[in-house]
């Protein structure tokens, strides 16, 4: 609340552009991810929605994919599920993987989690032997998006492809979901918009 006072005494009558939209779409997704745009620090002691999907995904026999589109969100997930299934049970798929082809093999031979960032696994990556994906937060783009569901949803995947999304209701991640169940990327609804109007509604 204090940050949205902030903007809108600061740049309320701005119009909001791709640019400068996207900036303030970051910086709200990541408060309420549960943590501080600039220093990643957690706000609360656990990310945002993470009780939700251990106790969501409590007992599901098959392998799992998670989704987030922020390294803050990456580290407290892989740290949550670390915890109740061990370190051996999780593997990554982001910037900071340092062996992918390994993390991938480790998920398709016994580990049950693999926690991605849409930006580096929404392409050219087979996860069809996995079946639920928790989509904890969602891409800017449209295009990214569909991708990204395309990674278990593949040529030789037995069985069907589930989608679960964690949202954090009344928060700004709702804008994002209805923007892509419009097929629309996330920015392309700030026509002429300015900043106190979108903030009004964030």
């Known amino acids: ?11 309320g009558d701005e119009i909001l552009t791709a640019n400068n939209a996207g900036t303030l779409l970051v910086r709200l997704r990541q408060i309420a991810g549960g943590f501080y745009p600039e220093t990643g620090e957690p706000i609360c002691k656990e990310i945002a929605g993470i009780d939700a999907l251990l106790e969501d ?3 599901y026999p098959g392998k799992v994919v998670i989704a987030a589109s922020f ?5 407290g997930i892989v740290d949550a599920l670390a915890r109740v299934y061990g370190e ?3 593997t990554t798929y982001y ?6 082809d390994h993390e991938v093999a480790r998920f398709k031979d016994h580990a049950k989690f693999m926690v991605v960032n849409p930006a580096t696994a929404a392409f050219g990556l087979n996860l069809q032997f996995a079946s639920l994906m928790y989509r904890y937060s969602l891409p800017f783009s449209y295009e990214q998006n569909k991708q990204l569901e395309d990674r278990i949803h593949r040529p030789g995947m037995k069985g069907s492809a589930v989608y679960k ?7 700004v991640q709702e804008k994002v979901v209805k923007a892509l169940e419009k097929k629309q990327g996330v920015v392309d609804e700030f026509d002429r918009m300015t900043v106190a109007e979108y903030l009004s509604h964030a």
């Not at 390294?71 to 580290?75: F, G, H, R, S, T």
């Open 1 to 11: 609340s204090s940050m949205k006072d902030r903007l809108i005494l600061e740049m």
């Open 57 to 59: 995904v409590d007992g």
């Open 71 to 75: 390294v803050a969100e990456i580290k």
């Open 88 to 90: 051996d049970m999780v």
């Open 95 to 100: 910037g900071a993987t340092k062996d992918r």
């Open 165 to 171: 999304t964690i949202v954090t209701v009344g928060t």
